[in-house]
């Protein structure tokens, strides 16, 4: 069954921008955790950004002030808004959502998660 569904990733050149969006449907993304991860070949899935049902937000070190994520709960959506791209930003993206009012960089800490949008950064 689907959990999250994500769209948005795609090619992009180095400085350019893309903009992920994760919909959960039978899901209030109001009432939950909302992160997105990110995994290279070869790397570990690492916590890109993370918004909590109060509507705070954290980012990795590796990409503050040049990603945003939001939430929409009217739509039932959050996004991951992605300027300023670089090589290094190339990996799958992973849309995840969490019980409870903390949010964690650990991947175990969620419970449901998206299918992954690739997205890859090159000239």
């Known amino acids: 069954q689907v959990q999250l569904v994500e769209s948005g990733g795609g090619l992009a050149q180095p400085g350019g921008s893309l903009n992920l969006s994760c919909a959960a449907p039978?899901?209030?993304?109001?009432?939950?955790?909302m992160g997105w991860f990110r995994q290279a070949p070869g790397k570990q899935r690492e916590l890109v950004a993370a918004?909590?049902?109060?509507?705070?937000?954290n980012y990795a070190d590796s990409v503050k002030g040049r990603f945003t994520i939001s939430r929409d709960n009217a739509k039932n959506t959050v996004y991951l808004q992605m300027n300023s791209l670089k090589a290094e930003d190339t990996a799958a993206y992973y849309c995840?959502?969490?019980?409870?009012?903390?949010?964690?960089?650990?991947?175990?800490?969620?419970?449901?998660w998206g299918q992954g949008t690739q997205v890859t950064v090159s000239s």
């Open positions: 995840a959502a969490a019980y409870g009012s903390t949010w964690s960089t650990d991947p175990g800490r969620y419970d449901y």
């Open positions: 039978g899901r209030a993304v109001s009432r939950l955790v």
């Open positions: 918004i909590t049902s109060g509507g705070s937000t």
